[in-house]
């Protein structure tokens, strides 16, 4: 299993732009890297895929090298209400057993 | 856009009491999976069902635990016999496909199960 490292914590303040990086040493060739988002008492939601390169879309951005061995999330301008556990997953295809690391808490200030 | 859904949202049990929590996957999901949250912890998964059988579990999923699609819509976790510690955050998921088809697993909003 591919398995995930990212910073415990990161604080932030409004209108900055956040970067979380995740590091997936051993991610298979067929894996995708998806980033999910969960507050409290809610049920993580999707962010972002990707395979390689740079994926963009309306809410953030996401980097990979070209080693696939690292991606980084990145949240423009981010506000109050981004306030959040951010998780970085990588998809095995090899299995059905889709593993989340320990993630981001990500806390923006005013 | 498509949801997840869970009922009930709060379930309060006896410890040794049977609970079975119901989640609704998306109608044209293939892959479903439980995932329980304790609070303060990560998401951990629990196990995964594809094609009417379990495809993955976790050592967390004992003999207490099981998983059934009864009909074309419910997807169903049952816990015989309630321990304290099994009061957590328990999330349903479904997915088109697996993660190496660029499928993204939707979560539902939880039940939250507490254990007297």
């Known amino acids: 299993l591919a398995k995930t490292t990212q910073p415990i914590s990161m604080d932030s303040y409004e209108g900055q732009e956040v970067n979380i990086t995740c590091s997936h040493n051993n991610i298979a060739t067929n894996d995708y890297i998806t980033w999910y988002q969960q507050f409290p008492s809610q049920g993580p939601r999707f962010i972002i895929q990707?395979?390689?390169t740079k994926v963009t879309n309306e809410v953030a951005s996401l980097f990979i090298p070209a080693d696939r061995k690292s991606s980084t999330l990145s949240l423009p301008r981010v506000s109050l209400s981004d306030t959040a556990v951010y998780y970085c997953l990588v998809g095995d295809g090899r299995t059905y057993k889709y593993i989340f690391g320990t993630g981001t808490r990500l806390k923006v200030l005013a | 856009e498509p949801e997840v859904t869970q009922t009930p949202s709060h379930q309060v049990t006896q410890m040794g009491q049977e609970v079975i929590l119901r989640c609704v996957p998306i109608?044209?999901?293939?892959?479903f999976y439980w995932y329980r949250q304790i609070l303060g912890q990560k998401v951990e998964f629990l196990v995964s069902f594809y094609n009417n059988e379990i495809s993955e579990k976790s050592e967390i999923f004992d003999d207490q635990f099981s998983v059934e699609r009864p009909d074309g819509s419910n997807f169903t976790l049952k816990i015989r016999s309630t321990k304290l510690e099994d009061s957590a955050m328990y999330f349903c998921?479904?997915?088109?496909?697996?993660?190496?088809?660029?499928?993204?697993?939707?979560f539902g909003s939880g039940t939250q199960l507490s254990v007297l």
């Open positions: 998921a479904s997915s088109g496909g697996t993660l190496t088809s660029n499928e993204k697993l939707f």
């Open positions: 990707g395979y390689k």
């Open positions: 109608s044209n999901h293939l892959y």
